[in-house]
């Protein structure tokens, strides 16, 4: 299970296919700028200005593709990044939880024991009680420190989807 929403391999692949994509758009421009006129007739006449007609034609969208499979590859990156981001912080958080109830059972329990020992209480039992609250205090800390850790990585992915939709937006504008 993924801590955060996306698919950032597909993504990474679906990028790198766009990318490509514009590479043989580039490719074909070249290609086509290179055929050159050296016959008058009509039908070569025609065919060089179907050439001229294509190659303008993929010249205006090419900056498109590559804009918009840049800012996608970006993106991928990104949302990797975030992704391994969250599932180590995820497993923090399952790590600090489970600490968590544990210091916090231990310190409930320390604290039936003192009440229950009443004015009789054993003196090195109440001194335990700082340490276990500290302990508990910690492990609510890691917790909260892990849950934070999640949101910034979440953070980042929404900030890096900004990002890219913006530099989409522009490619495909120009």
């Known amino acids: 299970m993924t801590v955060l929403p996306g698919r950032p391999d597909e993504l990474t692949a679906r990028a790198a296919d766009l990318v490509a994509s514009a590479g043989v758009i580039l490719t074909v421009i070249h290609e086509l700028r290179g055929i050159v006129e050296d016959d008058e007739g009509k039908a070569v006449q025609a065919l060089y200005e179907q050439n001229d007609q294509i190659s303008s034609d993929l010249e205006r969208i090419h900056p498109r593709y590559k804009g918009t499979a840049d800012a996608l590859t970006e993106y991928a990156v990104a949302l990797t990044d975030a992704h391994a981001d969250a599932e180590r912080a995820q497993d923090d958080l399952d790590d600090a939880l489970l600490a968590q109830g544990r210091a916090d059972s231990a310190l409930h329990d320390l604290n039936d024991r ?10 090195s039992l109440a001194d335990q009680v700082p340490g276990a609250q500290r302990a508990a205090n910690d492990a609510q800390a890691a917790v909260g420190s892990a849950r934070s850790r999640i949101e910034s990585a979440r953070e980042a992915m929404n900030d890096a989807a900004e990002i890219a939709i913006r530099k989409i937006d522009a490619a495909i504008a120009s």
């Open 114 to 123: 003192v009440d229950a020992a009443g004015d009789s209480t054993d003196p």
